[in-house]
């Protein structure tokens, strides 16, 4: 099926440790994002690409980096967890980064810090 | 001011009802507008987008924008249990073009 897939689905890991998560798309878009949701629902974006380059970085702290080895990947890693890293990450992605283009996005993965 | 309010809700309706959502949002050089349905434990899903101003319908849906008072409102008539969801609107362009700029979202329970 065309789509927009994330692994793992679930991720259950001690503070400080470092993990990762990775995205694929094969709808052949160009831009790809990182959004985080929290406990209280609130979608927020933290990272875009486009063809590869970083053009969104909302303010994320610099243990979280993503790596976008081509157009159809985008990975999320995230060094020394911190409690307040538990939310759900969707990866999205659309054919350009332009106003009008629909986001399609994965399923998500749930992230629980313990 | 955040970039974008909705009523939290929670919003409980009858089958059958007509409901509206409503979305203000503060870049007045947001050029469209996006809503989004997200199911419980699922990810978002869009349902409609409008960038101009006035109404869009589709099906039982109805998107409509002002821009001149910054307004964007979804419409849902005859209203089904399968409605239940939160609704997220999510305004985009301006000054942050590349992004999606979400609401925290409205959720909706619709009861036979």
């Known amino acids: 099926d065309t789509a927009v897939s994330q692994t793992p689905k679930y991720l259950v890991t001690q503070m400080g440790n470092d993990k990762s998560i990775k995205c694929e798309q094969n709808?052949?878009?160009?831009?790809m994002y990182w959004y985080k949701q929290d406990s209280k629902k609130f979608l927020k974006i933290m990272f875009s690409?486009?063809?590869?380059?970083?053009?969104i970085n909302e303010t994320v702290p610099n243990r979280f980096s993503p790596k976008s080895p081509d157009k159809a990947h985008l990975n999320l890693h995230i060094n020394s967890l911190e409690l307040g890293d538990s939310a759900v990450y969707f990866c999205?992605?659309?054919?350009?980064?332009?106003?009008?283009?629909?986001?399609?996005f994965g399923p998500g993965t749930r992230l629980t810090v313990l | 001011q955040k970039e974008v309010e909705q009523d939290p809700g929670p919003l409980s309706v009858p089958e059958g009802a007509i409901v509206s959502l409503n979305c203000t949002y503060s870049?007045?050089?947001?050029?469209?507008f996006f809503w989004y349905r997200q199911y419980s434990g699922k990810s978002p899903e869009l349902i409609m987008f409008?960038?101009?101003?006035g109404d869009k319908e589709d099906g039982r849906f109805t998107a409509q924008l002002n821009k001149a008072s910054q307004y964007v409102s979804l419409l849902i008539r005859d209203s089904q249990p399968s409605d239940s969801a939160t609704y997220l609107c999510?305004?985009?362009?301006?000054?942050?073009?590349?992004?999606?700029?979400f609401g925290q979202g409205t959720i909706l329970t619709v009861h036979p």
């Open positions: 999205a992605s659309s054919q350009a980064q332009d106003p009008y283009n629909e986001q399609f």
């Open positions: 709808l052949g878009h160009d831009t």
């Open positions: 690409y486009n063809n590869k380059e970083l053009i």
């Open positions: 870049d007045r050089g947001s050029q469209s």
């Open positions: 409008i960038y101009s101003n």
């Open positions: 999510a305004p985009r362009g301006g000054t942050s073009y590349g992004k999606l700029t």
